[in-house]
């Protein structure tokens, strides 16, 4: 049961061991659902890093949907309750919530990152930073204990800070790790400690989501294993949900042609990018497919990144003139709707983007993607299902929009090949597959699903 305080009273989770008992570590907050697990599944504890919502933990809760109970006991940490909890709720045993576990190294002490807390004074981000890292080492005190008294077999890290930190635990508690890398730059001023933890004995597997983002890792290339992300592609299927939801909600024209793009609105993205091409390609088509053309933003910008790009997406829009045409619908837990209702995707990037899941989704909904040829996109469409441009390239972005506005044929056939290629590389369930066959490795030194626990 859950109190106001965010505890959750109930059996203790934690597998008691004389050993640990004696050193009397501070209790964690914690969420017993089923406590007790058979001795014979592998114990994995996941660690989430951030409890806002975004991609990883989206593929955290695919992931963790398809393992098998049965082989996998799935134990969760998230530094406080939020959009990732609540998704994941169903498809683990346990969420326990550290919340000395810091989000953001400049966030205050006491409650989540604000996006005012970026501008805060100088003086006021120091001595949060001071007190932040006083509370990392209070949580990998706490987090030790749940690794050892939860007799954890390895401690999966979903996110940047968690690799750092479930390395840190792997030291401290001689138990294996895993990483899934979900990035493709580390800061440069911490890439030498990222190097030194990635080659540590305690990290045993490292599985990159992209060829772009394994290219961290060329020093401990035996280590790594490149695994796409995946999406249920019977969830996100074209027949999965009604057309004309979205449509209906924004009063769209009955042959109206939606570009669209989701996720999170970020500089990073190219959104600023894709509405100047926007200008340029309304300026090349006749008044009647000026008409009816829309560009469609799904998502918003968390609170602890930065400016609101959302709205100064706004503001270009209407610097370009283009105001009538771009509709912004801000964050949707359930972008089925929208897919349904996008003629084609548009995934913008400008910098190195690991595998954005917005691509995946599209194509599983059978829709054709323009994207920039930048990190993981390339990947996912050199096997067809879209049109890859050059980054920054406002001319070339044009072209493609224009491309599959005038030629119905081309969009049908990448649309087909796109839903195709979805199930047949990019399908949760082998997904999982993969990623079983990685945690064995990690634990046992070799593949086995068969394997049993003494």
Not at 92 to 113: D, G, H, Q
Not at 327 to 347: I, K, N, S, T, Y
Request: hydrophobic share 40%; net charge positive; charged share 30%.
């Amino acid at each position: 049961m859950r109190t106001r305080e965010g505890r959750f009273k109930g059996e203790n989770w934690l597998r008691e061991d004389p050993k640990h008992s004696a050193k009397r570590l501070p209790r964690p907050l914690v969420c017993p659902c089923r406590m007790l697990a058979p001795r014979r599944p592998l114990r994995v504890l996941f660690l989430n890093d951030t409890a806002r919502n975004g991609g990883p933990g989206r593929s955290l809760y695919t992931l963790l949907s398809k393992l098998d109970p049965a082989e996998i006991y799935r134990a969760v940490v998230l530094p406080r309750p939020g959009p990732v909890s609540e998704l994941l709720e169903g498809v683990c045993e346990t969420i326990a919530f550290e919340p000395s576990f810091v989000e953001n190294p400049i966030e205050p002490l006491r409650r989540p990152m604000r996006r005012e807390d970026l501008d805060a004074p100088l003086p006021l981000r120091t001595v949060r930073a001071a007190g932040n890292v006083v509370r990392m080492g209070r949580s990998m005190t706490s987090l030790s204990r749940i690794v050892l008294r939860g007799s954890f077999d390895l401690v999966y890290c979903n996110g940047t800070t968690a690799d750092f930190a479930g390395a840190s635990l792997g030291l401290l508690t001689g138990t294996p790790v895993l990483w899934h890398v979900r990035y493709t730059h580390v800061p440069e001023g911490i890439a030498d400690v990222h190097a030194r933890l990635a080659a540590s004995r305690t990290v045993k597997r490292i599985v990159c989501v992209s060829r772009a983002a394994a290219k961290l890792f060329g020093h401990v290339r035996d280590k790594v294993a490149v695994v796409h992300n995946a999406v249920d592609t019977r969830e996100l299927a074209p027949d999965a949900v009604s057309r004309g939801e979205m449509r209906r909600e924004l009063s769209l024209p009955d042959d109206a042609f939606v570009f669209g793009a989701h996720g999170r609105v970020l500089p990073r993205k190219g959104f600023v990018e894709w509405l100047r091409a926007a200008r340029v390609a309304l300026d090349a088509m006749s008044p009647d497919e000026r008409e009816r053309v829309f560009f469609v933003i799904v998502g918003d910008t968390p609170e602890d990144i930065g400016a609101d790009h959302v709205a100064e997406c706004r503001d270009l829009a209407r610097t370009l003139g283009i105001e009538r045409h771009v509709r912004f619908l801000g964050f949707r837990a359930d972008v089925r709707p929208c897919l349904r209702d996008f003629d084609v995707e548009v995934v913008p990037s400008v910098y190195e983007d690991p595998l954005p899941r917005a691509v995946i989704e599209a194509m599983a909904f059978g829709v054709p993607v323009i994207g920039t040829n930048v990190g993981g996109i390339g990947e996912m469409l050199e096997g067809g299902g879209g049109i890859l441009v050059s980054a920054r390239d406002e001319a070339a972005l044009s072209d493609a929009m224009l491309r599959y506005l005038r030629d119905g044929a081309l969009r049908v056939r990448d649309g087909k090949i796109a839903r195709e290629r979805a199930c047949a590389e990019f399908d949760a369930t082998a997904h999982a597959a993969r990623i079983r066959e990685q945690i064995g490795i990690a634990v046992f030194g070799e593949s086995s699903h068969e394997r049993a626990r003494p």
